[in-house]
Structures are given as C-alpha cells and as structure tokens.
C-alpha cells in the first residue's frame, strides 16, 4: 500500500524487480494503510505471514528473499552490515535534507529560507562522504547493484530531478556517475522510468529564483528587461512505464532453440576440467539460434589503471543486465599499465546480431564485434580453439598477461 510515486516505496519495488518477486499495488487508501501500520503511514507491505511497516524494513524483506541476486551482499554477515550501513547512512545523511529541500517544490510542505539554505549545505556533506567512497568505485559494497545502492538512489531520485542543477553537482562528479549507471539499468526503470538530470533548479512557491553566484558552473547573460518570476508546477509521479515483449522472448516463441543457456552456466560454473566443458559445449551449441562474437574495446588507449579498466568491465556487465538470460561472455582486460591495457571478450548471443546488446547497452557501441560463428558463419577448429582460449585462460591470453576476467553469466 503505497501512495504513486513515493520514493520510500520505490526501495522495494526495485528490489522485486531484481528478485523476480512480484508485488501487487492497489489503489492506495491512507485509511487502509494507516489501520495496516502501527505509525498509520505508507508505505505497508502486506504478506500472509503478515504486514511489515517501515520501508527500509520492507526492502531489506524483500532483497532477502532471494539470496542469490547479491541484494544483501555477498553472504557474508560482515558484507550484510556493510549493505546496512549504507541504508543506515541514507536515513540519517540524505533523506531529511534532500526532502527538506524538494518537497516544497512540490507542495508538501510550506518553504523556509533558512531550512532550505541548510538542507543545501547538509545535502552537500552528505553526498561529498558519498562522492568520496565512489571515487575508485562503481557500486557502493562490491561490483554489484546491491540494496544499498537501490536505497541511496531512491532517496536521491527527486532530488536529483527537480532541484540538484549542474552548478550544485559539480563537485560530485563520481556521486553523478554511479547515480546514472544505477538509473539506467532496467530494473530502474521498469520502476521509475527514464530520468532526467535537473537542468535548473526548480523552485517552490513563495521562493526567490536562486541567484547565480558563479560557484562551480557558469552563468549565463541575463535577458534585456530581466527575468519574469514563474512558478513551477510541482513534477508529476513516475508513469507506469508498459513493458514491450523482448524482441528475444518474441525469438524464442517463434524460433525455439534446444540449447538451454541455463544449463550451459552451470555446467560452466559447476566444471572442474576447462577440456570436458569446453567439450560438453560444442555438443550443445546451436549455431543456427545462438551467436559467437568477439569483443574488442576501441579505447584502450583511457585504460590507464588497472582497477578503473577492471571497473569499466564490471560497469558493462551490469549494463548488460537486461539480457541476462539470453546471453553468457567473459571479458579481459589484458596487459599492463606500463604498456598498454586492453579489454577484449567473447560472448554467447541468441540470434545472429549484436543490435540487441547494444540496445539494452549504450556503451556496446564502444566496442567492435566480429562475429566468429553463428547463423551463416560456420564454427572452425580455429574458432574453437579461440572460444576456449577467452572462456578458461586464468594466466595469460593473447601472449599478454590476464590483470583481470569477469564472467557475466
């Protein structure tokens, strides 16, 4: 039970959309919700075990329903409470300013100047601690989306629409970055939808526009005959955004493939002998329904570090979420920093084409794709030989030593 567009209930509902649990959300009555919760406030989950109030609570249920997602870390009790700390860190460091500051805008509560000057320069604190932790970082706990990402996020969602512009942003330039990956990827958005950075500074009834003081961004000239004061009409909730049937779930009906992707990622990650998986494929493989094809990144010349290359590929690898299921690739990055490190890869596609890949990920188009075999394409000894090589070398590849492999599966 929760009102449309509340940020608190957003935790949750990402968390199912990564969990594969599906929540019914009726139209919200505060008279039911408050009989539900001991506070009398939304949101409430209900369950037939019973109701849970409060929304970190709710999230933290439903992330735990399924451990193997990584929601709550990595097993560990000590990754548990890291995931915790940055919730814990949410609450107490960012949701009360950040609301202090936004919800004026949208008519929640009547403006103050001096509240809003200090909601700014705590928000500011906050997100500095925040900018400073991401600086060598992609998530906030390991190489993955956890619940603490979803809950920071959440709880920066508004604020970062309506009323954080570009000036404010500045100095957070690693806080912008993590926030964007996060909002892209499609758990995000089957939830929130699209979201727009805020461009200027949306203003509450009763508020002076905020004057350009010059401090981390520039200004522009200032119009003849000055500006007109307007109010702006508070941001409208997220639309339901109306999921479209994935072009591959279409491809399965109408093109049924007998090799099961599933079973091939557990063969490979349950194999003991590089030779005997490798083996187990080719005798599985469709080549008519699923696609070999190397990767080859056209930059390699940014890879400077070592751990921000290594973070470069967990980042697509995330990014490449939506295709999951459809999809198995390791990547490398190889070299070294003195002389050059290179991030290469060979993915498993259904279908003949990378379109698909490079529409659930933008930075695919960073990359070149060859295909090696595949619809059209028949599968040598060369490539086999090749496959092999990019999905069970642990040392060295290429010639080059091997500084770091991820396997998205």
């Known amino acids: ?168 942003l500045k100095p957070f330039t690693n806080v912008v970055r993590w926030f964007t990956t996060c909002v892209n990827q499609k758990e995000f958005k089957d939830v929130v939808g699209a979201v727009q950075l805020c461009k200027k500074e949306t203003t509450a009834p009763g508020q002076e526009a905020p004057k350009n003081d010059n401090k981390g961004g520039g200004g522009g000239k200032k119009k003849k005959g000055g500006d007109k004061k307007k109010e702006e009409a508070p941001a409208a909730a997220p639309a339901v955004v109306k999921k479209v049937e994935h072009p591959y779930k279409i491809m399965d009906k109408e093109a049924p493939s007998k090799f099961s992707m599933d079973a091939w990622k557990k063969t490979y990650s349950n194999g003991r002998d590089y030779a005997v998986t490798m083996a187990t494929f080719w005798e599985v493989y469709d080549l008519e329904g699923y696609s070999l094809w190397q990767q080859d990144y056209n930059y390699n010349e940014d890879n400077k570090r070592i751990f921000m290359t290594a973070n470069a590929v967990t980042g697509f690898q995330q990014r490449t979420d939506e295709i999951r299921k459809w999809s198995f690739g390791v990547m490398d990055v190889l070299g070294t920093e003195e002389t050059t490190l290179e991030i290469t890869g060979i993915w498993l596609i259904r279908g003949d084409t990378v379109k698909h890949m490079q529409d659930a990920n933008d930075d695919a188009n960073w990359y070149s794709w060859k295909m090696l075999a595949g619809k059209g394409t028949p599968l040598t000894d060369d490539v086999k030989a090749k496959v092999a090589a990019y999905w069970t070398s642990e040392e060295e590849l290429e010639g080059k030593p091997i500084q770091d492999s991820k396997v998205f599966k």
């Open 1 to 168: 039970h929760t009102p449309a567009g509340n940020f608190r209930a957003f935790k949750a509902l990402i968390a199912a959309e990564y969990n594969g649990v599906s929540i019914t959300i009726p139209e919200f009555d505060a008279s039911v919700a408050s009989a539900l919760s001991p506070t009398g406030k939304a949101p409430v989950l209900q369950t037939k075990s019973g109701v849970i109030f409060e929304s970190n609570a709710i999230a933290r249920y439903i992330a735990k329903i399924r451990r193997d997602t990584g929601l709550t870390g990595n097993g560990s009790l000590v990754e548990e409470a890291i995931v915790d700390s940055w919730i814990d860190f949410s609450a107490n460091n960012l949701e009360l300013p950040a609301c202090v500051w936004w919800y004026p805008t949208a008519g929640f509560m009547p403006f103050q100047k001096a509240a809003y000057e200090k909601a700014k320069t705590d928000l500011a604190a906050g997100l500095t601690i925040l900018n400073n932790h991401l600086l060598d970082k992609t998530y906030l706990v390991n190489d993955q989306i956890t619940l603490a990402d979803i809950t920071v996020v959440s709880a920066l969602l508004y604020p970062m629409k309506l009323v954080c512009d570009k000036n404010f």
